[in-house]
């Protein structure tokens, strides 16, 4: 079945602890993304690599990393979580194609509660 | 973004109604628009796509129009079902990065 699986689904850290919330695709997608998603402020992308070694910022990159070392991961670490980052967040992906644009499978989130 | 006067928060329907949700999107040069459903502690899921070429795109009790004069887009949903009660968003991209989401519309189905 072809699917977005992010891990933890569910997870409350203390300040300061870094955290590293997983994402797998089994499609063979280029191009995947991180979203977090507020009351009130809807689906914001934090981070999105278009294939292998490639990332990029989004509209909300602050306090956040992410790497890509292979094409089916995408992980994403808060390496000082803050409670400011306490939210609903979301891993996607898509075939890349320039000039192709593709819609994105999303994964069913991850609520993280930082205090 | 959303325009206020075409974006409602929430939208309440009668089971067998036709639902039309709105949305102004906010850049010009957007190429691609999508329709993403998101039931209750579920990730949104993908309802349909249009890209700027067109106008008017169906599926199966779904269509997509998008006016770019106005930079309007708008979702039909044909003969609502309960099981079609979910938040709805539209989202925007231009060059195929970045995926800009409206605030999302509610949609509440009685029987």
């Known amino acids: 079945e072809a699917q977005v699986t992010q891990n933890p689904r569910y997870l409350i850290t203390v300040t300061g602890k870094k955290l590293t919330v997983t994402c797998s695709q089994n499609?063979?997608?280029?191009?995947m993304s991180w979203y977090r998603q507020d009351p009130g402020l809807g689906l914001r992308q934090i981070y999105y690599?278009?294939?292998?070694?490639?990332?990029d910022k989004g509209d909300v990159p602050e306090g956040y990393k992410v790497s890509r070392k292979e094409k089916r991961n995408f992980p994403l670490i808060l390496e000082s979580p803050s409670p400011n980052q306490t939210s609903l967040y979301f891993c996607?992906?898509?075939?890349?194609?320039?000039?192709?644009?593709?819609?994105?499978?999303f994964g069913d989130g991850t609520r993280l509660s930082i205090l | 973004g959303e325009s206020v006067g075409l974006h409602l928060p929430t939208l309440s329907v009668q089971e067998g109604d036709n639902s039309i949700i709105n949305c102004a999107y906010s850049?010009?040069?957007?190429?691609?628009f999508i329709w993403y459903k998101q039931e209750s502690g579920k990730g949104p899921q993908f309802i349909i796509d249009?890209?700027?070429?067109?106008d008017k795109r169906q599926g199966q009790r779904v269509t997509v129009l998008l006016n770019k004069t106005v930079k309007h887009l708008s979702l039909q949903i044909a003969a609502t079902q309960p099981g079609d009660s979910a938040v709805y968003f539209c989202?925007?991209?231009?060059?195929?990065?970045?995926?800009?989401f409206g605030k999302g519309t509610t949609l509440s189905v009685s029987s």
């Open positions: 996607a992906s898509s075939p890349w194609d320039r000039g192709h644009n593709q819609p994105q499978h």
């Open positions: 690599s278009m294939n292998v070694e490639v990332t």
């Open positions: 249009i890209r700027s070429n067109m």
């Open positions: 850049n010009s040069a957007s190429d691609y």
């Open positions: 499609m063979n997608h280029e191009y």
């Open positions: 989202a925007e991209t231009w060059g195929g990065t970045a995926l800009i």
